[in-house]
């Protein structure tokens, strides 16, 4: 009847295993992360740098192609939340959660896309 409170999402989550590219919008250097989940909402990483809460960020996302190499999609996205964990290998000590910005309709598209497509196609 009811959902369940602990997990009232606007978007379904989807498990994912790629890589990711993010810089800050105010300019510096990339850094390297590595997608665990995936919405059309935003996404949940690793990474080695802690990018503090509401700073904005340019996300490039080498998402698998469906048939061979990958596709890129390149977003806008503000880290929401973050968390530190120092048993973590170096490369995975930050948690990110990314809400993505300006999501046009062309990019809504695509990663709708690749989230709905079915491999087995």
Do not use: K
Not at 64 to 70: E, F, I, W
């Amino acid at each position: 009847m009811s959902q369940d409170s602990s997990e009232r999402r606007a978007h379904e989550r989807h498990p994912v295993r790629f890589e990711v590219e993010a810089r800050p919008a105010d300019g510096g250097p990339a850094a390297r992360m590595q997608a665990r989940n995936l919405s059309m909402g935003g996404l949940f990483c690793v990474s080695a740098v802690g990018h503090a809460p509401m700073t904005r960020l340019e996300v490039r996302l080498l998402l698998p192609a469906l048939t061979s190499g990958s596709e890129e999609l390149t977003v806008g996205a503000t880290v929401v939340r973050r968390v530190e964990r120092p048993e973590a290998p170096e490369d995975e000590r930050w948690e990110l959660a990314l809400l993505f910005t300006g999501l046009g309709d062309d990019l809504r598209e695509r990663l709708e896309h690749h989230l709905t497509a079915d491999p087995e196609d």
